[in-house]
């Protein structure tokens, strides 16, 4: 065996030594091996920033993640918030979202209100005469 093979082979032995007392811990990244799925810590960042940099940043709501499950935490004034909150979650990557986030009795009144006078979106009726597009 050549010297230059010889070192090689001593240097790969160390490596091993060195990786062997670290333990597999220290190789693997804050980012779980499996599915590459966000530590909770990372995760619960991640929605944090989310929702700061949403509309609902004003609810100051609370998350908590355990074992990939967003439980999120709060009171609103708007029904809409509540259901932006859990899509917030779900699209940092929470595997699942307990939405214990309480709506306010006024906004739900309020809700109640608007689906009883058939307050919704306006939608645009098409008819013959404002075809989708021409006809080929």
Do not use: W, Y
Not at 63 to 81: K, S, Y
């Amino acid at each position: 065996m050549s010297r230059a093979c010889r070192a090689a082979l001593a240097l790969l032995c160390l490596l091993s030594a060195v990786v062997a007392a670290t333990g597999p811990a220290a190789a693997v990244p804050k980012r779980q091996a499996a599915g590459n799925r966000l530590s909770d810590a990372e995760l619960e960042k991640a929605i944090r920033e989310r929702f700061a940099r949403s509309k609902i940043a004003a609810n100051r709501f609370r998350v908590r993640v355990q074992g990939g499950v967003a439980i999120l935490e709060g009171r609103t004034d708007v029904v809409q918030h509540k259901g932006v909150a859990t899509r917030l979650a779900k699209a940092a990557g929470a595997r699942k979202v307990i939405n214990r986030i309480e709506v306010s009795e006024q906004a739900r009144l309020k809700a109640s209100q608007n689906l009883a006078q058939g307050r919704r979106r306006a939608q645009i009726k098409r008819s013959e005469s404002n075809p989708r597009s021409e006809p080929r």
